[in-house]
């Protein structure tokens, strides 16, 4: 709900302050109403039909807007193009955007489902459904959309669409020839889309690139990032027994493979979070120019601290901004036997961590991953 009211504002600065705040509510509205449409189309990157049928909606809603849209095919599923192009001369903007979203655990949402969005108000340290009704008077900035992919990344496709509108209505004529590139796998990897990209080149030539995808900065002031942490990952499954057995009758004798994965994670960092695997921070050198730079982000860490509800952060760097000039180490999942009511007294056969490694311009994610299956080897495990 933050990315669409930044959006608009920015879009009011360009529009020269011309516009009434009535005007941009009623297009908030307007937007609103068009991506709750297009949430209620599932959008599991794992399956297929989800795509398609995204697609149809999307090849619909960029036709009404004058847009010319292509389907370009991959070893995968496919990616979604349109082009808006009135003057050849002019310059290109190319948009990134992708439109297919995490598979959803129904059982983690506190709504019945995660593809119907739901408006809610803060109350206390929670969010409280409120009805749609309420829309229909003035618009609550602080209101916000609870559904998936709401905000990552469908949010961002019908900010752009109602921005066009927005132009349009108020006979703005846009000064660049507009390219989008909708990806259908980013919560995958995007694995097909370099070679994509690379076959048709000539397509997706453009003077610029803009990637519409990303948090809003908690200032709420609008924000441009010059550049994305690249990512790699890892999946690291310790065993036990052949099969689960009854901790009655072997707990203190079977090997349990969730300690033995918890004591391997917990070598990998110190107390206060930094990488100790040696080497995985070689190659970062933070200038005092560069340094400058980041200081001058107006980060609140009291606001930070509040929003993710902590108390002390990790001390990979010594700030904020610094911390994000470093390659992560992330554990983004863990399993092992089961858990809640499902909960048995047994030695798991098995634990699992997923990671992902956030990568910086200086590090090579195949380097990274050496150096973790190293330490691997070097606690004494045998790697497959």
Same mark, same amino acid.
């Given at each position: 709900m933050?990315?669409y009211?930044?959006?608009f504002?920015i879009l009011?600065l360009?529009?020269?302050f011309?516009?009434k705040?009535a005007?941009i ?5 307007i937007g609103i109403?068009?991506l ?6 599932p959008?599991?990157?794992?399956i297929l039909d989800n ?5 149809e ?5 960029f036709k009404?807007?004058?847009f010319?849209?292509?389907?370009i095919k ?5 990616l979604?193009?349109a ?5 050849k001369?002019a ?6 955007m992708?439109f ?12 019945k489902n995660?593809?119907?969005i ?5 109350s206390?340290?929670?969010?409280k459904k409120i009805?749609?009704s ?5 618009? *609550?900035?602080?209101?916000r959309?609870?559904? /998936? +992919?709401?905000?990552? $990344?469908k949010g961002? &496709?019908v900010?752009? !669409?109602n921005?066009?509108n927005?132009l349009?209505?108020?006979?703005k004529e846009?000064q660049?020839n507009i ?6 796998e980013?919560?995958k990897?995007s694995?097909p889309?370099p ?7 000539e397509?997706l030539m453009?003077?610029?690139?803009i990637i ?9 002031k ?6 994305c942490?690249?990512i790699t990952?890892l ?10 057995q009854?901790s009655g ?5 079977a090997?349990n493979p969730?300690f ?5 994670l917990s ?7 930094k990488?100790?695997?040696e080497?995985?921070y070689?190659?970062i050198d933070? *200038?005092e120019?560069?340094?400058?730079i980041? /200081? +001058?982000?107006?980060d $609140?860490i009291?606001t &930070?601290?509040?929003n !993710?509800a902590?108390k002390?952060p ?7 901004q610094?911390a994000l000039q470093y390659?992560s180490?992330n554990?983004r999942?863990l399993?092992?036997?089961w858990t809640g009511?499902?909960?048995r007294t047994?030695?798991?056969?098995r634990?699992v961590?997923e ?7 200086e590090?090579d ?17 045998f790697?497959?």
């Amino acid at each position: 709900m933050k990315k669409y009211f930044t959006l608009f504002f920015i879009l009011s600065l360009s529009l020269g302050f011309a516009q009434k705040r009535a005007q941009i509510d009623d297009q908030i509205k307007i937007g609103i109403e068009e991506l709750r449409e297009f949430v209620l189309i599932p959008n599991d990157a794992l399956i297929l039909d989800n795509i398609d049928k995204n697609i149809e909606w999307l090849s619909e809603n960029f036709k009404n807007r004058g847009f010319q849209t292509k389907i370009i095919k991959t070893e995968g599923a496919p990616l979604f193009f349109a082009e808006l192009s009135k003057n050849k001369s002019a310059p290109s903007l190319l948009f990134y955007m992708h439109f297919d979203g995490q598979s959803v655990d129904p059982s983690k949402w506190n709504q019945k489902n995660p593809y119907i969005i739901e408006l809610k108000e803060k109350s206390g340290l929670g969010w409280k459904k409120i009805e749609w009704s309420q829309l229909k008077e003035e618009v *609550d900035h602080e209101w916000r959309l609870f559904g /998936r +992919s709401t905000s990552d $990344d469908k949010g961002p &496709i019908v900010m752009f !669409l109602n921005a066009i509108n927005l132009l349009n209505k108020n006979n703005k004529e846009i000064q660049f020839n507009i390219k989008v590139i909708l990806d259908s796998e980013e919560e995958k990897s995007s694995k097909p889309l370099p070679k994509a990209v690379e076959e048709n080149r000539e397509l997706l030539m453009a003077d610029f690139l803009i990637i519409n995808d990303g948090p809003v900065h908690h200032s709420n002031k609008p924000t441009l990032v010059f550049g994305c942490r690249g990512i790699t990952t890892l999946s690291i499954t310790t065993f036990g027994p052949i099969k689960p057995q009854h901790s009655g009758h072997y707990g203190n004798y079977a090997p349990n493979p969730g300690f033995r994965l918890a004591h391997l994670l917990s070598s990998m960092k110190d107390e206060n979070g930094k990488v100790i695997i040696e080497g995985y921070y070689n190659g970062i050198d933070i *200038d005092e120019a560069t340094n400058k730079i980041l /200081r +001058s982000v107006p980060d $609140d860490i009291t606001t &930070i601290h509040n929003n !993710l509800a902590i108390k002390n952060p990790e001390l990979v760097g010594n700030y904020y901004q610094e911390a994000l000039q470093y390659p992560s180490l992330n554990i983004r999942g863990l399993s092992s036997g089961w858990t809640g009511e499902k909960a048995r007294t047994i030695v798991p056969d098995r634990a699992v961590a997923e990671i992902d490694i956030r990568l910086v311009m200086e590090s090579d994610g195949n380097r990274l991953k050496k150096l973790v299956k190293d330490h691997i080897a070097k606690q004494g495990y045998f790697i497959t």
